[in-house]
């Protein structure tokens, strides 16, 4: 049987697949679309192809044995996008986890490599099959190798064969590189003859057979002018045919024996999946990113108590209040477990709740207690009707203080961290999905008093840690009080009306009907407008507009592509807002609708604490942080959102521009401080500054200009990202944000400094010193380190930010309490608090609110609030 090699040009790969992809991370932040395009044309390569050789290769550098003949080779490219750059060490990676043999030289490009490993297999007992985007090597076809072209998107591709070369252009391959000669080729910088296009070039080739015949017969071409550049551009077209020309005489130190390739083991390359959080890949290569290897485990003798009482609680205790996991909301409490001087206990959920002992314990605020997950605790005792005080220490929340990148939600996974004995996860315990049960009542007792005895020991570790690392007012003075405040806030829910998500609902679907029959009338046809296949259909094969990208099963009908097709016809704006609100409707009305407590009619959204690692709060269960408004639509569904008593409104207080107030004061800015201390509006003022016109002439354009650079250079956005946010050149966007950094030197100086700081400590802080560690900022992974330095400018940024409005947060829950008013806080929605209030409370809360959210923190610059309120949150808004 013949040998099958395969040879992959790496960069075209990489580029094609970075260019069909929208800018794509991992929960680290760190670009993966490339590497996510790369490995999907990978693996469809060896599941069509069963090589059994095969090479990637890649260019080593910028400079080749062609700049030689022409320094101005390749001259007129663009740099490579700093989010394409970082990527290509992922993929290297990538290849050696699937045991892919990769390949550069110096002083070559991939072509020539590919060229020369072809030239070797020719002729003998080998099929050659070539992947790649560059349309240069379809000179390399021959009777033993194919040449295979990426077409739009990354896996759709095109063969050539000798018959198919000579079907589309009519030519050899050998010709091929005469063409090349005779029309060059702008993207590499080859000159060829001004003016000969493709056309023009086959034509003569095929009439005279070469280059060289064309060159020596000019006489006989028709046209003059053709004739006059012909004959003054000799020299330059034979230059153009050598740097056309692949070598397949490249000194390369490997052999075909030495491209052998068996295949892969999923065990190899799933750990890279799971870093880079490809997660259909890794569900497609059966694996699951939850699997641990099973450990033994510490006996922890203790006690199954049959009731509840004071002797066993020793003051602090470690508690573990026990909840069912099939809900986060108003769960059941299984199980107690108490790990304190008088040793360990477990007592029953349903035994505890019916103790007086155990609810004047909970509640005793001099009764201290160490828990993991106080708020989730809070939660399920206000369920029962218990109000838990005296938390003086929460494991969960200090291990995310401590490190941010490497914590957990989980016990068993911060035990793991900071070395304590394994522990069972409360999946292997409590089963997953269909297969959940209720473990017996030894093995919760085993489980709770293992849990227990972690806290007690993880409490003396961690609050050493946090002085060590200046923490200790972070945790104790915010995070801490914070957890119960949020656990207030899950307890009282917001009031959503759903009799007008109802209404809502049908209006929407009104609206929907309406643009469904616009849309059909406009594309001449009926046809179902959330299929992609007939939707692709009727825009690129009925209507005629251009393809932007193709995927394996058609058409690409992608947000990213209609957008860039909007101006096209007057079928795509429709089509964009008949999605935007068919996703209203199915995500937010009947999402909503779905969650309202039917009693109450309220919402009781989860707070996430521990898991963003700039310090933000999110929210699940449901997401009231991403209700899209940006849509008049979006808007109106706050109108739902209620307050829970006549007479009562809705009151909403927003940081303005938080962000930038805490990058003047970081940088020290004083073109920012100026502007915030004038109260002058700072998108105008950067406008201003920056394109050299007074304020009164800065037009709506350069504000949005300026505001796009504003909120996009400290978070390292580059000339590419704020391409592609403003639609305009990568040339256009490098000379604004060099104009940006000449304005505000200040800016400039932070971002250098903070990457310094981080390189030379090994993590960035927030104003109140909230960390994260950034191993990566010395790697010599690109990729890695570009990440790192993004972070490292906007941590301190966007941490700060949380900082202050946490603050603001906790503050305001001891304000309300100290004022005895009845107004209640019920959400955060990023720099937004929202509150319900008796209408007589109202003015005292609009003050009270500014002033404790404006002295939250004390910058350089002053912090604005605006306070609106009304009888639904869209009012208040």
């Given amino acids: 049987m013949a040998n099958k090699l395969v040879l992959i040009d790496g960069n075209s790969i990489a580029y094609r697949a970075f260019f069909a992809l929208p800018l794509l991370n991992?929960?680290?932040?760190?670009?993966?679309?490339?590497?996510?395009?790369?490995?999907?044309?990978?693996?469809?390569?060896?599941?069509?192809?069963?090589?059994?050789?095969?090479?990637?290769?890649?260019?080593?550098?910028?400079?080749?044995?062609?700049?030689?003949?022409?320094?101005?080779?390749?001259?007129?490219?663009?740099?490579?996008?700093?989010?394409?750059?970082?990527?290509?060490?992922?993929?290297?990676?990538?290849?050696d986890s699937f045991g892919i043999k990769r390949y550069e030289l110096e002083n070559y490009e991939a072509d020539d490599i590919i060229g020369t490993l072809a030239n070797k297999a020719a002729g003998g007992e080998w099929s050659v099959k070539v992947f790649t985007g560059d349309k240069d090597l379809l000179q390399l076809v021959s009777p033993d190798v194919e040449v295979v072209l990426t077409r739009k998107g990354i896996t759709e591709v095109e063969a050539y064969d000798l018959s198919k070369v000579d079907e589309r252009y009519g030519l050899t391959p050998e010709q091929f590189i005469d063409m090349k000669g005779l029309m060059g080729d702008p993207s590499d910088n080859i000159p060829g003859v001004p003016g000969v296009g493709e056309k023009t070039a086959i034509k003569l080739i095929k009439q005279f057979g070469s280059l060289e015949k064309v060159l020596s017969q000019i006489e006989q071409v028709s046209g003059a002018k053709l004739k006059e550049k012909l004959s003054d551009h000799k020299e330059q077209a034979i230059m153009s045919k050598e740097l056309a020309t692949i070598t397949q005489e490249a000194p390369i130190e490997i052999e075909l024996d030495d491209t052998g390739y068996k295949g892969f083991e999923p065990a190899d390359v799933l750990p890279l999946f799971k870093e880079l959080g490809f997660s259909t890949l890794i569900e497609r290569l059966g694996g699951d990113a939850g699997e641990v290897a099973a450990e033994e485990k510490e006996d922890v003798p203790y006690i199954h108590a049959d009731s509840f009482t004071e002797d066993m609680i020793s003051s602090p205790a470690a508690l573990i209040v026990e909840t069912s996991h099939d809900s986060y909301r108003a769960p059941e409490i299984l199980g107690i477990g108490i790990a304190g001087e008088n040793g360990i206990y477990y007592v029953k959920g349903e035994t505890a709740?019916?103790?007086?002992?155990?609810?004047?314990?909970?509640?005793?605020?001099?009764?201290?207690?160490?828990?993991?997950?106080?708020?989730?605790?809070?939660?399920?005792?206000?369920?029962?009707?218990?109000?838990?005080?005296?938390?003086?220490?929460?494991?969960?929340?200090?291990?995310?203080?401590?490190?941010?990148?490497?914590?957990?939600?989980?016990?068993?996974?911060?035990?793991?961290?900071?070395?304590?004995?394994?522990?069972?996860?409360?999946?292997?315990?409590?089963?997953?999905?269909?297969?959940?049960?209720?473990?017996?009542?030894?093995?919760?007792?085993?489980?709770?008093?293992?849990?227990?005895?972690?806290?007690?020991?993880?409490?003396?570790?961690?609050?050493?840690?946090?002085?060590?690392?200046?923490?200790?007012?972070?945790?104790?003075?915010?995070?801490?009080?914070?957890?119960?405040?949020?656990?207030?806030?899950?307890?009282?829910?917001?009031?959503?009306?759903?009799?007008?998500?109802?209404?809502?609902?049908?209006e929407l679907q009104g609206q929907l009907k309406v643009l469904e029959s616009d849309i059909h009338e406009l594309a001449g046809e009926a046809f179902n407008i959330n299929s992609p296949k007939q939707l692709g259909e009727i825009l690129f094969e009925k209507l005629g507009l251009p393809a932007v990208k193709k995927t394996k099963t058609g058409y690409s009908t992608s947000v990213d592509v209609l957008e860039k097709l909007e101006s096209k016809h007057e079928i795509i704006s429709k089509i964009l807002i008949y999605r935007q609100l068919g996703k209203l409707n199915s995500t937010y009305i009947e999402g909503l609708l779905k969650v309202i407590d039917n009693e109450s009619e309220r919402?009781?959204?989860?707070?996430?604490?521990?898991?963003?690692?700039?310090?933000?709060?999110?929210?699940?269960?449901?997401?009231?942080?991403?209700?899209?408004?940006?849509?008049?639509?979006?808007?109106?569904?706050?109108?739902?959102?209620?307050?829970?008593?006549?007479?009562?409104?809705?009151?909403?207080?927003?940081?303005?521009?938080?962000?930038?107030?805490?990058?003047?004061?970081?940088?020290?800015?004083?073109?920012l401080m100026e502007a915030f201390r004038n109260e002058m509006d700072v998108h105008t003022k950067t406008a201003s500054d920056v394109f050299k016109v007074d304020p009164k002439d800065v037009t709506s354009e350069m504000r949005r200009r300026a505001k796009a650079v504003n909120?996009?250079?400290?978070?390292?956005?580059?000339?590419?990202?704020?391409?592609?946010?403003?639609?305009?050149?990568?040339?256009?966007?490098?000379?604004?944000?060099?104009?940006?950094?000449?304005?505000?030197?200040?800016?400039?100086?932070?971002?250098?400094?903070?990457?310094?700081?981080?390189?030379?400590?090994?993590?960035?802080?927030?104003?109140?010193?909230?960390?994260?560690?950034?191993?990566?900022?010395?790697?010599?992974n690109f990729n890695l380190r570009g990440f790192a330095e993004r972070t490292a400018m906007n941590t301190p940024i966007q941490g700060t930010a949380a900082d202050i409005i946490k603050k603001a947060m906790v503050d305001m829950d001891e304000r309300l309490e100290q004022e005895n008013l009845q107004a209640k806080m019920l959400l955060q929605v990023h720099d937004e608090l929202i509150f319900e209030v008796p209408e007589e409370e109202v003015e005292t809360l609009c003050s009270l609110v500014a002033e404790v959210m404006e002295s939250a923190v004390m910058l350089d610059v002053p912090l604005k609030v605006d306070v609106n309120y009304g009888k639904t949150w869209y009012e208040a808004k």
């Fill in 353 to 506: 709740l019916q103790s007086e002992a155990f609810k004047q314990f909970m509640s005793s605020a001099s009764k201290h207690k160490i828990l993991f997950d106080a708020k989730r605790a809070f939660t399920a005792l206000a369920g029962a009707g218990i109000v838990l005080e005296g938390v003086i220490f929460d494991a969960m929340i200090a291990s995310y203080l401590i490190n941010p990148s490497d914590s957990s939600e989980e016990l068993a996974g911060v035990a793991s961290i900071y070395g304590l004995p394994p522990l069972d996860s409360d999946e292997a315990v409590y089963g997953k999905g269909a297969k959940r049960k209720m473990p017996s009542d030894d093995e919760l007792g085993e489980h709770l008093a293992q849990k227990a005895n972690a806290v007690r020991k993880l409490e003396q570790i961690l609050s050493r840690k946090l002085e060590e690392n200046e923490q200790s007012d972070l945790f104790y003075k915010l995070e801490l009080p914070l957890s119960i405040v949020l656990g207030k806030m899950e307890t009282e829910g917001i009031k959503v009306d759903p009799e007008r998500l109802r209404k809502m609902g049908s």
């Fill in 26 to 95: 991992n929960d680290k932040g760190v670009y993966t679309n490339a590497v996510y395009g790369f490995t999907m044309m990978l693996m469809k390569i060896l599941e069509d192809e069963q090589p059994s050789h095969m090479l990637v290769a890649f260019d080593a550098g910028k400079t080749t044995f062609r700049h030689k003949t022409f320094t101005e080779y390749k001259g007129g490219r663009q740099k490579t996008p700093p989010e394409l750059s970082e990527q290509f060490p992922f993929i290297r990676q990538l290849l």
């Fill in 711 to 780: 909120f996009g250079i400290v978070y390292g956005i580059s000339d590419y990202g704020l391409s592609q946010s403003l639609n305009i050149t990568r040339k256009e966007a490098a000379e604004f944000i060099d104009a940006y950094l000449k304005s505000f030197p200040g800016v400039k100086n932070y971002m250098d400094s903070i990457i310094q700081e981080a390189k030379q400590q090994g993590y960035v802080s927030t104003l109140l010193h909230r960390r994260r560690y950034l191993p990566e900022i010395t790697s010599r």
């Fill in 603 to 671: 919402v009781h959204t989860r707070f996430n604490q521990a898991v963003a690692q700039t310090g933000r709060l999110s929210s699940t269960e449901p997401n009231l942080q991403n209700i899209p408004i940006r849509l008049e639509a979006g808007r109106k569904i706050r109108e739902a959102f209620v307050p829970s008593k006549p007479g009562w409104l809705i009151l909403a207080a927003d940081y303005s521009q938080i962000e930038l107030r805490v990058l003047a004061h970081i940088s020290r800015d004083e073109n």
